[in-house]
């Protein structure tokens, strides 16, 4: 099957470092792909690049078999970056809106929906992550974890068919890190194609198909989870999983 996103032999240079080293990442569709990392290592980086918020120095990205080339990534840039769901660490939401406002919003301005469409549209999102309820809150009177899932039906709204989450519970406390985990859980179930960066490495271990641990703007380690968790190790990997977790 094609892959939801692969690159190859990215390179991304800030200043004279190299951030990402010539990164070749296959990420399956239907499948959650984890990609772990010390802090610095380029996750962020290279998860930016792949929703085109970032445009690398060398190197290609496909999405569903589609050649993203840096000379055609400016011309084409509406079309295929509103296929790309991204939720962030921070959460990203309109603080004047409401709930419902901030996921309407995405709609009629990306979608230019009118506004009654976009608002049921928003709210059978909402629905879905479990916040029909608390639809006409604002986002301070909403805890992180509810505030953080608002984003995701906000990304969900626009059907992307990839998602990409940064870190989406490193914010939170972590009694509030199982709902997201649980709503993204559920996503991964119903065959969306994700790339997630995580330190929940429980969440990695059950969810993912595909993991890669990114050091220094390289992937030194990939393969299944189980693969990439059997010993023994890679010392880098056993370094940073003592770490972190
Ligand atoms: P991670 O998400 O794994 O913590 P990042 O991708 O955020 O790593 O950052 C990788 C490296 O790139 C870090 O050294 C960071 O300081 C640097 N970096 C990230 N963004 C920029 C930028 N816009 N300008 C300069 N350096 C950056
Ligand atoms: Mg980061």
Redesign the pocket.
């Known amino acids: 099957m094609t892959p939801a996103i692969e690159v190859s032999g990215l390179v991304k240079i ?2 004279d470092v190299p ?1 990402l080293d010539g990164v070749n990442l296959s990420a399956p569709a239907h499948q959650v792909t984890c990609l772990i ?1 010390p ?7 290279l998860l930016r690049c792949m929703a085109m918020l970032e445009r690398q120095d060398a190197g290609s990205i496909q999405i569903d078999g589609q050649p993203l080339s840096i000379a055609g990534q400016h011309a084409r840039k509406g079309d295929l970056r509103s296929r790309i769901g991204m939720v962030f660490q921070q959460f990203n939401l309109w603080p004047h809106m409401t709930a419902l406002g901030n996921v309407a919003e995405a709609l009629r301005t990306v979608r230019r929906q009118p506004r009654r469409k976009a608002e049921d549209r928003a709210m059978a999102e909402l629905e879905k992550v479990g916040l029909a309820e608390r639809a006409h809150l604002y986002p301070r009177q909403l805890s992180g974890g509810q505030q953080q899932r608002v984003a995701i039906a906000r990304a969900l709204a626009l059907d992307p068919q990839l998602m990409l989450f940064d870190e989406p519970t490193s914010a939170l406390d972590p009694e509030l890190t199982g709902e997201v985990l649980n709503v993204m859980r559920r996503l991964a179930t119903s065959g969306m194609s994700m790339v997630v960066v995580s330190h929940e490495i429980g969440f990695v271990a059950s969810v993912a198909g595909h993991v890669a641990f990114l050091d220094r703007g390289k992937i030194v380690v990939s393969g299944s989870p189980e693969e990439v968790f059997a010993k023994p190790r890679h010392p880098r990997l056993t370094q940073f999983l003592e770490t972190y977790i």
Request: glycine share 36%; net charge positive; hydrophobic share 20%.
């Open positions: 800030f200043g951030v990392g802090s610095g290592s380029g996750k962020s980086t």
